[in-house]
């Protein structure tokens, strides 16, 4: 979600869908997206708040939230150094509170007009408390965050940009997860475009039994930046 700019030092967008569907069931959806970045070439911070909650009469079939906070600082034209800091929770796979703070760096691995490549190795703690579907469940752990991110800019109105992770627990490597956000964007209007999204997960060992190992979601709205 790191915006380059040759003059701005604060950039975003922020989105907003709300959807009201009356048929046998009552459906409910509103999921708001914000993204406020500051960047003097050599220090970036980042901060996104991503919700998202749907309602099928007293269901909940999707209640999640995360927001989260970056700092990158350029070391060399290749390397930069990130830290950050995450909360998050998802009702739906029984997480309750989810907190991370991560350091390590980050690579420049090809750069031009029309595409970027980067790599991140990073290693984070955990901390994670289960809803109260599971009583008293916390962890702590250490995990790796190794992930690989790129742009591309076939035209001046199209973009294609996707991050993939992969999180692995140090001590348990085969309690790993994958995760991956893909994004087209089509310009419409100067600073508005139409935006489809696609997100993969999955969880190597999840908080139950009851929850899915894989998760995907496909969406399609509209973008406005400044």
């Known amino acids: ?53 749907q309602k099928i009469e007293n269901n909940d079939l999707v209640n999640r939230g995360t927001q989260h906070l970056r700092y990158n600082r350029k070391l060399t034209d290749l390397v930069k150094w990130e830290a950050f800091a995450q909360a ?16 390590g760096p980050r690579f420049k691995l090809f750069k031009n007009d029309n595409y970027r490549f980067y790599l991140g190795t990073l290693i984070m703690y955990e901390y994670e408390k289960a809803s109260n579907v599971i009583s008293d469940r916390t962890q702590n752990d250490v995990r790796g965050s190794a992930y690989l991110s790129f742009s591309l800019y076939p035209t001046e109105t199209i ?11 140090l001590d348990v490597f085969n309690d790993y997860r994958l995760s991956s956000n893909t994004s087209l964007l089509f310009e419409v209007f100067k600073n508005l475009a139409f935006k489809t999204t696609f997100n993969y997960f ?25």
């Open 88 to 103: 998050q929770y998802d009702a739906v796979s029984q997480i309750d509170f989810r907190g991370l703070l991560g350091t």
């Open 159 to 169: 973009s294609i940009i996707s991050t993939s992770y992969y999180q692995p627990k």
């Open 1 to 53: 979600m790191r915006k380059t700019s040759d003059s701005a030092k604060w950039t975003g967008s922020v989105s907003l869908d709300v959807s009201l569907i009356k048929n046998k069931n009552d459906i409910f959806r509103i999921a708001n997206k914000a993204h406020v970045q500051y960047n003097d070439k050599t220090n970036l911070w980042l901060f996104v708040n991503d919700l998202n909650f």
């Open 202 to 226: 999955y969880d190597a060992v999840p908080v139950s039994s009851e929850i899915p190992k894989t998760q995907f979601e496909l969406t399609n709205g509209l973008i406005y930046s400044f």
